[in-house]
C-alpha cells in the first residue's frame, strides 16, 4: 500500500501524511527533507548551490538516513540529525536548486523506493513527483492544492510572525515557480491523482476526506 500526496509548498502535505499514516498504521517518508538534508549538507560543505555541475559532482557522497515513524519523523546525514537544521531560511531558499539536479534526483529516489520496500504494513510518502515519477503506481495518488494567500498564511504563522505574509508569499511564488518548471521530474499533479483543495478546509477535515480515499481503495483491492 503506497499513498502518494503531492503539491506545492504550505497545502498541508507534511501534516496530512503524518495523521493519515499515525491513524492507518503505515510509516511515514518526508522527501522534501530529503532535499533540504542534501541541500544543507551542500551549504555546510562550501559547495557553490547555484552550480548545477558542482552539485551534480557531489550528489553521492552525503548519506541521507529518513525515520519513517509518523509520530517521530527524523533525519540524519552521514550519522548527524538534522531535523532542526533543515528548517532554516538559508535552507529553504537554496533547495529548489539544488533539488532540481538530476544526479541529485536519481540519488534520492533510490533511496525513496527502499524506503518503501522497507516498510511492511504499507507507507505515505509526500512531495512533488511522487504520483508522476517515484510511485507510478501508487495505491492511491492525491494532489494537495490551496489558495496562494492561505498557504502563506499557513508558513507565516509557522515562522512565528518573523516574517511578514506578503514577503512569505513572494518567497512560495518564487518556489514553487521553479520547482514546477525544472525539467526533471517537476511538481506536477499525476492525471489519475484525486486534487483535494484544502483553502477551506480544516487539517481534520483533510485527513478525514484522505483516510476516507484510501479506505476505499483497500476495499476495492
Ligand atoms: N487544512 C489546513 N488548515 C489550516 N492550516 C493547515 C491546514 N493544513 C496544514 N495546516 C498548517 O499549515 C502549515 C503548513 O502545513 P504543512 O503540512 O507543513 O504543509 P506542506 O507540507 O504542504 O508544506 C502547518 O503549520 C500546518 O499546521
Ligand atoms: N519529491 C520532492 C519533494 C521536495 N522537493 C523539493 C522542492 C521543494 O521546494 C523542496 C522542499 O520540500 P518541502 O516539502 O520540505 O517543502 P515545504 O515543506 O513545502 O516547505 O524540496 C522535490 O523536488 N521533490
Do not use: H
Request: hydrophobic content about 45%; overall charge negative; glycine content about 8%.
Amino acid at each position: 500500500m503506497i499513498v502518494a500526496i503531492d503539491g506545492p509548498s504550505g497545502t498541508g502535505k507534511s501534516s496530512t501524511s503524518r495523521a493519515v499514516a499515525a491513524k492507518l498504521g503505515l510509516s511515514y517518508l518526508d522527501t522534501g527533507a530529503q532535499y533540504r538534508a542534501v541541500t544543507w549538507w551542500m551549504l555546510r560543505n562550501g559547495v557553490d548551490v547555484n552550480d548545477p555541475l558542482a552539485v551534480a559532482d557531489c550528489a553521492g557522497k552525503p548519506v541521507i538516513v529518513s525515520g519513517t515513524d509518523p509520530a517521530a519523523p527524523a533525519i540524519s546525514v552521514d550519522g548527524e540529525d538534522v531535523t532542526g537544521p533543515i528548517r532554516t531560511q538559508e535552507v529553504t531558499a537554496a533547495v529548489s536548486a539544488v533539488s532540481a539536479v538530476p544526479e541529485v534526483r536519481t540519488r534520492m529516489v533510490e533511496v525513496q523506493r527502499a524506503a518503501a520496500a522497507a516498510a511492511g504494513a504499507g507507507i505515505v510518502v509526500e512531495g512533488r513527483d511522487i504520483g508522476t515519477t517515484v510511485f507510478p503506481r501508487a495505491t492511491v495518488k492525491i494532489f494537495l492544492t490551496a489558495s496562494a494567500e492561505a498557504r502563506a498564511a499557513r508558513r507565516s504563522g509557522e515562522l512565528g510572525g518573523t516574517q511578514s505574509v506578503a514577503v512569505t508569499q513572494a518567497a512560495l511564488a518564487k518556489r514553487d515557480a521553479a520547482d514546477s518548471g525544472r525539467t526533471t521530474s517537476p511538481l506536477a499533479k499525476a492525471d489519475d491523482a484525486i486534487e483535494v483543495d484544502t483553502t477551506d478546509l480544516t487539517l481534520e477535515q483533510v485527513v478525514e476526506r484522505v483516510v476516507n480515499l484510501v479506505e476505499e481503495k483497500r476495499t476495492a483491492l
